[in-house]
Protein backbone atom coordinates (compact mmCIF):
# COMPACT_ATOMS: atom_id res chain seq x y z
CA UNK A 1 0.00 0.00 0.00
CA UNK A 2 1.59 3.60 -0.89
CA UNK A 3 1.51 5.85 1.98
CA UNK A 4 2.86 9.66 2.01
CA UNK A 5 2.74 11.10 5.17
CA UNK A 6 4.00 14.79 5.93
CA UNK A 7 6.02 16.09 8.85
CA UNK A 8 7.10 19.51 9.79
CA UNK A 9 4.35 22.48 9.71
CA UNK A 10 3.32 24.23 12.01
CA UNK A 11 3.23 28.21 13.10
CA UNK A 12 5.89 30.91 12.06
CA UNK A 13 6.40 34.20 11.81
CA UNK A 14 7.39 36.40 8.76
CA UNK A 15 10.97 35.85 7.65
CA UNK A 16 10.83 32.55 9.63
CA UNK A 17 11.61 28.79 8.01
CA UNK A 18 10.36 25.49 8.15
CA UNK A 19 11.55 22.18 6.75
CA UNK A 20 9.05 19.99 5.52
CA UNK A 21 9.55 16.35 5.36
CA UNK A 22 7.50 13.89 3.02
CA UNK A 23 7.71 10.40 3.80
CA UNK A 24 7.22 7.21 1.70
CA UNK A 25 6.27 4.00 1.92
CA UNK A 26 5.28 0.67 -0.52
CA UNK A 27 6.58 1.54 -3.19
CA UNK A 28 10.37 1.93 -5.25
CA UNK A 29 10.73 5.29 -4.00
CA UNK A 30 13.59 6.29 -6.51
CA UNK A 31 11.20 5.18 -9.80
CA UNK A 32 8.97 8.08 -8.99
CA UNK A 33 8.82 12.07 -8.77
CA UNK A 34 7.36 13.81 -5.67
CA UNK A 35 5.77 17.27 -5.52
CA UNK A 36 4.62 19.39 -3.15
CA UNK A 37 1.63 21.16 -3.46
CA UNK A 38 -0.58 23.96 -1.27
CA UNK A 39 -3.72 25.12 -0.74
CA UNK A 40 -5.23 27.95 1.50
CA UNK A 41 -8.64 28.40 2.67
CA UNK A 42 -10.72 29.65 -0.45
CA UNK A 43 -8.09 28.88 -3.23
CA UNK A 44 -7.28 26.20 -5.65
CA UNK A 45 -4.75 24.11 -4.99
CA UNK A 46 -1.04 24.84 -6.62
CA UNK A 47 1.82 23.50 -7.36
CA UNK A 48 4.52 24.34 -5.38
CA UNK A 49 7.80 22.19 -6.33
CA UNK A 50 8.74 18.94 -7.86
CA UNK A 51 11.68 16.72 -7.98
CA UNK A 52 12.34 13.67 -9.93
CA UNK A 53 13.47 10.09 -8.82
CA UNK A 54 17.05 10.96 -9.07
CA UNK A 55 16.87 14.32 -7.63
CA UNK A 56 18.67 15.55 -11.10
CA UNK A 57 15.23 17.90 -12.14
CA UNK A 58 14.07 20.70 -9.87
CA UNK A 59 10.95 22.81 -10.98
CA UNK A 60 9.76 25.37 -8.77
CA UNK A 61 6.63 27.88 -8.77
CA UNK A 62 7.57 31.49 -9.36
CA UNK A 63 6.66 33.12 -6.20
CA UNK A 64 8.57 30.69 -4.27
CA UNK A 65 11.78 30.21 -6.54
CA UNK A 66 14.86 31.37 -4.41
CA UNK A 67 13.19 30.91 -0.86
CA UNK A 68 12.09 27.47 -0.90
CA UNK A 69 14.32 24.32 -1.59
CA UNK A 70 13.69 20.85 -2.62
CA UNK A 71 15.61 17.67 -1.87
CA UNK A 72 15.11 13.90 -1.95
CA UNK A 73 17.45 11.58 0.52
CA UNK A 74 16.27 7.71 -1.59
CA UNK A 75 17.86 6.09 1.15
CA UNK A 76 15.42 7.52 3.77
CA UNK A 77 12.42 7.47 1.25
CA UNK A 78 12.22 11.06 2.06
CA UNK A 79 11.39 14.61 0.32
CA UNK A 80 12.53 18.05 1.70
CA UNK A 81 10.65 21.17 1.33
CA UNK A 82 12.95 23.97 3.14
CA UNK A 83 11.29 26.67 2.89
CA UNK A 84 12.59 30.14 4.14
CA UNK A 85 12.20 33.66 4.50
CA UNK A 86 8.18 32.67 4.63
CA UNK A 87 5.62 35.16 4.18
CA UNK A 88 2.05 35.68 5.21
CA UNK A 89 1.06 33.92 1.95
CA UNK A 90 2.63 31.18 2.37
CA UNK A 91 -0.44 29.93 4.30
CA UNK A 92 -1.71 26.92 3.20
CA UNK A 93 -2.01 23.46 4.03
CA UNK A 94 1.03 21.45 2.49
CA UNK A 95 0.78 18.03 0.58
CA UNK A 96 3.07 15.69 -1.33
CA UNK A 97 2.12 13.51 -3.72
CA UNK A 98 4.17 10.76 -5.84
CA UNK A 99 3.77 10.22 -9.51
CA UNK A 100 6.08 8.68 -12.34
CA UNK A 101 8.52 10.72 -13.62
CA UNK A 102 7.15 13.41 -16.74
CA UNK A 103 10.33 14.79 -17.18
CA UNK A 104 8.23 18.51 -16.05
CA UNK A 105 6.51 19.38 -13.04
CA UNK A 106 2.53 17.95 -14.71
CA UNK A 107 -0.86 19.23 -13.03
CA UNK A 108 -2.18 17.85 -9.97
CA UNK A 109 -4.42 15.45 -11.78
CA UNK A 110 -1.08 13.45 -12.79
CA UNK A 111 -0.82 12.35 -9.22
CA UNK A 112 -2.61 8.92 -7.91
CA UNK A 113 -0.90 8.87 -4.46
CA UNK A 114 -1.39 11.68 -2.16
CA UNK A 115 -0.48 12.39 1.36
CA UNK A 116 -2.97 14.49 3.98
CA UNK A 117 -0.96 16.97 4.31
CA UNK A 118 0.81 19.27 6.99
CA UNK A 119 -0.55 22.79 8.18
CA UNK A 120 1.82 25.70 7.53
CA UNK A 121 0.64 28.98 8.89
CA UNK A 122 2.66 32.40 8.43
CA UNK A 123 1.86 35.46 10.72
CA UNK A 124 2.49 38.66 10.15
Known amino acids: EVQLVEFGGGLVQAGGSLRLSCVASGFTFDDYAIAWFRQAPGKEREGVSW????????YYEDSVKGRFTISRDNAKNTVYLQMNSLKPEDTALYSC?????????????????WGLGTQVTVSS
Open 97 to 113: AAGGDAGFFPPEDYFAD
Open 51 to 58: INGSGDRI
